[in-house]
């Protein structure tokens, strides 16, 4: 979806250094989310903000911090980067109060690869 | 733990032929249900959703979804596939009330001409 980009699309680093992903969206949601995908475990959410003073981990939060920026941006970081982080990430947005119940809108994604 | 199943890593199927894409969820209450398409280099893609009502949903692309309360499940169907329907399908819950979605682990649908 153009509505929310990713920057970078692919990333290759060693392992003990600090990475930054970085999501923006066009589409005025208050949510907003960090998944990883791997393959055979689908996506699992690391962190996700309901607005900008709103942030919460998820499920594999270890080894990751976020930031929310301003609405339309939320960036995710790995503060000591591991092989096994090594992944698919994916930014995604949604907004229930649209009515949309909760279908969430995705970015293209970022593959990073820690060495 | 709440959970959301596909059984199958792959689904293969010949062009013109019907598919189904199954999925099976263990979620607390009367959950919405969610299916989402994501082609290579892409992110995923909603497809349709179940929130109450009539058990057949209808999406994008001549995809539907049948859902199933007795056996918590919601299928994933199309009358007739094509080529262009080769993608990874995951299928999603979210309780009500709740504020996360759970996916399953995806399932890989491959359409041969």
């Known amino acids: 979806d153009a509505d929310v980009t990713q920057t970078p699309r692919n990333r290759i680093t060693k392992t003990g250094k600090r990475i930054m992903l970085e999501c923006s969206q066009t589409k005025g949601h208050d949510r907003m989310y960090w998944y990883r995908q791997d393959p055979g475990l689908g996506l699992r959410l690391i962190y996700y903000?309901?607005?900008?003073?709103?942030?919460n981990k998820g499920e594999i939060s270890d080894g990751y911090s976020v930031s929310r920026q301003a609405q339309a941006k939320f960036s995710l970081s790995l503060e000591s980067a591991i092989p096994n982080q090594t992944a698919l990430y994916f930014c995604a947005t949604s907004d229930p109060d649209r009515g949309l119940v909760d279908e969430q809108f995705f970015g293209p994604g970022t593959r990073l690869t820690v060495l | 733990a709440q959970s959301v199943a596909q059984p199958e890593d792959q689904v293969n199927v010949a062009e013109g032929n019907p598919l189904t894409v199954k999925c099976t969820y263990s979620v607390s209450g009367n959950p919405y249900l969610f299916w989402y398409v994501q082609y290579p280099n892409r992110g995923l893609q909603f497809l349709l959703k179940y929130i109450t009502g009539d058990n057949l949903v209808k999406g994008s692309y001549g995809f539907e979804a049948e859902f199933n309360k007795s056996q918590t499940s919601f299928h994933l169907k199309k009358p007739s596939a094509l080529v262009s329907d080769s993608a990874l399908y995951f299928c999603a819950a979210l309780n009500t009330g709740g504020f996360k979605t759970i996916f399953g682990a995806g399932t890989r649908l491959f359409v041969k001409a």
């Open positions: 903000s309901f607005d900008v003073k709103d942030i």
